[in-house]
């Protein structure tokens, strides 16, 4: 027995981020009603996997195909383990050791929630796989390194397709083996799945699918799932470096030449179709060990000979017919197998050897032509001979079927192979086919009125007495529903049947508006021996003529001329009503006719009343409409197509008849008069909207806001300032927005102040711009209205300054007093029509000219007096008659005299 290294590992996830992933898949099976049951198997690799890393459970979560949208998660406790078989497991010396770990709970998949027509998917993500693999990166997930996850991934459909239940089981792969490869030795293995849908199943190598985050359990997530990144010289196209490479049938055989030692990952992807449509998508990820460690080794060798050869003489293939006069035990044929490894001494002369039968040209089981024993143990370089029986009737029919009778050896860790090829052709019993005597002609075409009848017999025989088996085959209806029997004469009798055909065609059986053409198939066969199917048949083709009706007729009282009315457009305002009357008519049936709109379910959002209406030969049914801000949104459509329609289908055979008007509405913007905005200064309407004003002038305006519209209420109107703007920013004004219906005041006002001049430049431009806006749906209307005022600083001129120069305070009650501004004239003086402010001496004060104060001094030089009031008084109490000096100072100038004072 040969002993070799190269093992088939499956890969999976695992509690703890350490190498022990070997393989697995999902599996969704069907059990009743909504009930499904979810399985997650799962392959760990018990040499090199903790214990603890077997996960006691584990939590996957189903989405949405379209839109990735979370369905739900599934909770899958572990309910089974077991140990992976090898093919031989005498090749084994416990280098490869695999568990089976199956997870497995009962989902309920509700049709209400599970009908999107392009499916769902299950998933889940753990990490990570062995941390020697050859082929790919997958290394301890720390630092730099690349880790190597894997992510079990499943499709299935909706539950319910077009309102009926969809049944759908996933396949069930081919139970891995823990299998090695050698260099340089054919590697083969059977991943054929089982559908129990009999759902086409394809199989395809794939790129293994790595996990979205490098944490032994990442975050639940619908992906897109990263692939695995391969190593330099491995691709797809290139897995394991074999000649040729692994590869895999559409049928689900996977085989393989390595020519490298190493552990390889690899994917395949079975896709489930039905009907030519994919329904499904399993994913498996295997890893496969190659080493060099297999025995040397000879494959078997299998020839064959006819019952009437006297040696063996065909190795490769062979071909044989049959006559069906031939006994069961000449419908035979030999095969001899022998193996040089019997005769080799590191082999200890003894080599077992078996014989297996498969299907080549077709699909099917064909264990039936080996002998009872099929195996055998050969030594000392012997052979063995065994006896393929055919069967009398053939496996397929119409022509020869191919088989192979393949022989193996007991080689490790795979047996070697050699294939006889064999063609067949066995001549089936004879067999005459049933036949029609009634009807003669194959095609029996009929047409009859409806409520009439037709009734026919038909008779089949056959020469050779068999049983006779008929069938009924219509072209796409239940027979019953369209009033047809078939009733066939009992009691039956081997080789002959009678029967009758028959069809009442009444409206009230069947609805003959969907269709009134019928094809029927009676088909026949005879029960012979080898049941070859081969049917008979007589076609017949059935037409009913339905009753004349006339068509239903609809108009509307927007146009006088009822031939004007294939589309009638209208145009409508907003605020505005729309009214007609639509009127349906069968005054020569006088049919029960219904009136109504194809846009019902739009009606009620857009305010129209528009009853449906019944009744005998005339209908009719008024179309109101109130157009409003509130049910037409003009932002989003302002054309609506209205189809009205009348139909006349109460009639006996139900046909439908029909008849539509379409009215086209545009709809328009409301009618409006744009308010009017008006600025007022101490009443008085502001035209030319520029306003010049010294700094300290009361700056005040009135805003009225005004508009006509009253119907059908009137317009909110709101009055705002929409631009302040100035060569310096303005600050400090004061507005206040307002709102009202009809009719709005507000006030602007400004006292502005010096901090508003910069860089020595005294006047500035500014630009107030006021808005007035009513809310008119769809058509909004404004007046704008901008307000420029201009702001300059005080003059300020010292060339009329002459401070006074002598001064009597003797209390007389004129000129008592020193000042340089509001002087009191003398109350003696009668004609004295002077004012204070006319005898201002002092410069006025400005933003850069401004008094600070003054002071008096006497000759010697003495302070007595000093003041920082623009409008000081100084009396000269208790000083003496004299000269005195004072000295005014301003913020950028001193001003220097002498006054008198005089007793």
């Known amino acids: 027995m040969k002993k070799a290294f190269l093992t088939l590992l499956l890969l999976i996830s695992f509690p703890l981020v350490a190498s022990h992933i070997v393989g697995g898949e999902f599996e969704l099976i069907y059990v009743s009603g909504s009930t499904y049951r979810l399985n997650l198997i799962l392959y760990f690799d018990k040499v090199n996997g903790l214990p603890t890393a077997k996960d006691q459970n584990v939590t996957v979560t189903i989405y949405r195909k379209r839109d990735n949208q979370f369905m739900g998660s599934v909770f899958l406790p572990r309910v089974d383990e077991t ?373 026919a017999d038909f008779e089949i025989r056959d020469d050779d007495n068999d049983e006779i088996f008929v069938s009924v085959a219509s072209d796409g209806f239940v027979l019953a529903d369209a009033g047809f029997t078939i009733n066939i004469e009992e009691p039956r009798v081997n080789g002959i049947v009678k029967g009758k055909i028959r069809w009442d065609a009444y409206c009230d059986i069947f609805d003959f508006t969907n269709r009134t053409y019928f094809e029927i198939n009676i088909l026949a066969n005879d029960v012979d021996r080898c049941d070859n199917k081969e049917f008979v048949s007589t076609n017949f083709k059935f037409n009913v003529l339905l009753p004349g009706n006339a068509d239903p007729f609809i108009d509307t009282d927007l146009t006088p001329d009822p031939q004007e009315r294939s589309v009638l457009n209208l145009e409508r305002r907003i605020n505005e009503s729309l009214s007609f009357t639509v009127t349906g008519k069968d005054l020569i049936d006088n049919d029960f006719l219904v009136l109504d709109v194809k846009q019902r379910a739009e009606l009620n959002a857009l305010g129209i009343s528009f009853p449906e209406a019944t009744g005998i030969g005339q209908v009719s049914s008024l179309f109101q409409w109130d157009l409003t801000c509130a049910n037409v949104d003009l932002k989003k459509k302002d054309n609506f197509l209205f189809q009205f329609i009348v139909v006349d289908n109460s009639n006996k055979c139900r046909i439908y008849k029909a008849d539509t008007v379409d009215v086209q509405v545009k709809i328009l913007p409301p009618q409006n008069t744009a308010p009017q905005l008006v600025i007022q200064k101490d009443g008085t309407v502001v035209n030319d909207n520029t306003k010049t004003f010294t700094l300290g002038q009361s700056i005040r305006f009135d805003l009225t806001g005004t508009d006509v519209d009253v119907l059908p209420n009137m317009d909110l109107l709101n009055l705002t300032l929409i631009e302040a703007k100035g060569n310096v920013p303005p600050e400090g004004y004061v507005f206040t927005p307002v709102s009202g219906r009809g009719k709005v005041e507000t006030v602007f006002s400004w006292a502005p102040d010096c901090s508003l001049f910069k860089n020595n430049i005294y006047e500035n431009t500014y630009t107030f711009k006021f808005r007035l806006s009513d809310d008119r749906c769809f058509n909004v209307m404004a007046d704008t209205v901008s307000l420029t005022i201009v702001l300059k600083d005080i003059e300020s001129d010292d060339t009329e300054f002459l401070p006074p120069n002598v001064f009597t305070p003797n209390g007389d009650g004129c000129n008592d007093y020193f000042a340089l501004e509001g002087i009191e004239p003398c109350p003696f003086n009668p004609d004295n029509t002077t004012k204070p402010d006319d005898l201002v001496s002092l410069p006025p004060d400005n933003c850069f000219h401004h008094f600070e104060s003054v002071r008096i001094y006497n000759r010697w030089g003495n302070p007595v007096f000093e003041s920082t009031d623009r409008k000081f008084r100084w009396y000269a109490s208790d000083n003496a008659a004299g000269v005195y000096f004072y000295f005014v100072k301003f913020n950028d100038k001193e001003y220097k005299g002498s006054v008198s004072v005089r007793y």
């Open 83 to 455: 140990n992976v078989p090898y093919t031989q497991p005498e090749c084994s010396s416990g280098e490869i050791v695999t568990s089976k770990l199956l997870y497995s709970s009962t989902i309920t998949l509700s049709p209400n929630l599970y009908n999107d027509p392009n499916g769902y998917f299950v998933v889940w993500e753990r990490c990570c796989r062995n941390y020697s693999i050859t082929n790919i990166y997958s290394q301890t997930p720390q630092g730099s390194n690349i880790s190597a996850g894997q992510t079990f991934y499943l499709e299935f459909p909706p539950v319910v397709k077009n309102g009926e239940p969809f049944i759908n089981s996933s396949p069930r792969l081919f139970p891995p083996l823990n299998d090695y490869a050698c260099p340089f030795r054919p590697y083969y293995v059977d991943f054929a799945g089982i559908d129990d849908d009999n759902d086409s199943l394809v199989y395809s190598l794939v790129t293994p699918l790595n996990t979205t985050s490098q944490i032994a359990f990442p975050p639940p997530s619908p992906g897109p799932f990263p692939p695995v990144i391969w190593r330099p010289g491995y691709s797809l196209y290139n897995i394991i470096n074999g000649n040729p490479d692994l590869r895999i049938s559409t049928d689900g055989l996977l085989t393989a030449t390595p020519q490298t030692q190493g552990l390889f990952v690899f994917a395949v992807k079975i896709d489930e179709y039905r009907n030519g449509e994919k329904i499904g998508e399993s994913r498996r990820d295997f890893q496969m060990l190659v080493v060099d460690g297999c025995p040397k080794a000879e494959p078997p060798s299998i020839v064959g000979k006819k019952l009437t050869d006297a040696s063996f003489t065909y190795n490769n293939s062979m071909s044989i017919s049959f006559a069906n006069t031939v006994s069961d035990g000449d419908r035979c044929i030999q095969v001899q197998v022998s193996d040089p490894d019997a005769s080799k001494i590191e082999d200890n002369f003894t080599e077992r050897i078996s014989i297996r039968a498969v299907a080549l040209n077709f699909k099917k089981n064909v264990k039936q032509v080996l002998p009872s024993i099929s195996t055998a143990t050969l030594t000392n370089g012997s052979t063995k001979d065994f006896t393929i029986c055919f069967p009398q009737c053939p496996f397929i029919e119409g022509g020869p079927y191919q088989i192979g009778i393949i022989a193996f050896d007991d080689a490790c860790s795979l047996p070697l192979t050699d294939t006889l090829k064999i063609e067949v052709n066995v001549e089936p019993p004879a067999n005459s086919p049933p036949y029609f005597v009634k009807p003669i002609d194959p095609i029996t075409s009929i047409t009859i009125n409806e409520g009439g009848f037709y009734e």
